[in-house]
């Protein structure tokens, strides 16, 4: 690779790490995390409406960071109260199809690009027999924060049940 390249695209990296250092998850983060994270994983971008993942789409055992713009969480057969299947929008910070990193089996919804928007894809466990992976540390600190939002989510899936049952 020539080096006007790797070094533009190392400065396009660190520009991200800045942006993203105050949001979210990042926010829970060393600089030299941030940084590992956004050297290991894959950054890419997306149009407003572009479908990042389909449901039930096979399992590609990655997980997305919202680094800019926002993402739309579809899911087939449900309607909002705007009558829409947009079940959740996230914001920059915000991570999505976690599941994937944890189970095998398909995608349970879909995610669609609000804006223009860019994501870090990460597999945590693509490379596990290579040198080209998080930390243990970082891993351990990305499946708490998944462990956590799964668990908030579980709470507020209770509480409407909870709801809808009286």
């Known amino acids: 690779m020539p ?3 790797g070094s533009r695209f190392a400065a396009h990296r660190l520009e991200l790490l800045k942006r993203v250092s105050h949001i979210g998850f990042f926010d829970k983060l060393t600089e030299d995390e941030r940084y ?8 890419t971008s997306h149009n407003d409406g572009q479908i990042i993942f389909e449901e039930e789409a096979p399992n590609d055992h990655v997980m997305y960071f919202v ?21 959740a929008t996230l914001q920059p910070g915000e991570i999505f199809g976690e599941i994937a ?6 995608r349970s919804a879909s995610a669609r690009a609000k804006g223009l928007t860019t994501i870090l894809g990460i597999d945590l466990f ?25 668990c908030a989510k579980l709470r507020n899936v209770n509480k409407v049940l909870l709801h809808a049952k009286g």
Do not use: C, M, W
């Not at 590992?36 to 950054?43: F, Q, V």
């Not at 990193?101 to 398909?106: E, G, Q, S, V, Y």
């Not at 596990?128 to 930390?135: G, I, L």
């Open 67 to 87: 680094v800019s713009g926002g993402v739309d969480i579809l899911l087939n057969g449900y309607r909002n109260p705007a009558g829409t299947d947009v079940v």
């Open 36 to 43: 590992e994270l956004i050297t290991y994983g894959k950054i």
């Open 101 to 106: 990193i944890l189970d095998a089996l398909p």
């Open 126 to 150: 693509a490379h596990r027999d290579q040198d080209q992976k998080p930390s243990a540390d970082l891993t351990i600190k990305i499946l708490r924060h998944i462990a956590e939002g799964l």
């Open 3 to 5: 080096t006007a390249f």
